[in-house]
């Protein structure tokens, strides 16, 4: 496992309208620039989806669930539940410093990594694309954008999801 330090500028703004948070940096991603999605499958498709929510990386911050690339022979693999459990403590420390009032979890690593800040019900296959409160914020649980997530939900409807999000966005921002 290799660390990656992926808290800093490149990772957005404080004062975000919303924080991101995925699995773990990738190997071709953040794991080599330090920078969550990006230069790699699943960077350009998460720039993609934000596009369609109306959303810019300059007005949210990303991160992980996992601040360490969890290296799997040379590939990326899902972090295990004791690096979630590991992780969990810098998550908390993210989502204090960075008091976006939503919070949207990239994947079912990055969901489950929350219920260890503050315990949650949710479940991604029966709540994805929904807005549901969570520790005095509100979560949106979607798929991670990467090409194997395309197994469970298919990219039409991760772009679906993407601009729901995006309508979400706009009429939570006018409450």
Known sequence: MRHVHVLGESNGPLEARAI???EAPGRLGAARTGVP???DQSGRRFQELLSLA?????EVFVTNAVLCHPDGGGRNRRPSRREVRACSRWLSAQLELVEAPLVVTLGEV???ALRLVSPHPYVLRRHVGQAVPWAGRTLFPLYHPSPRAANHRPPAQQAEDFRRLGEFVKSFTRR
């Open 20 to 22: 991101f948070v995925g």
């Open 37 to 39: 999605f990006t230069s």
């Open 54 to 58: 109306g959303l810019t990386r300059e």
């Open 110 to 112: 990055a969901l489950e």
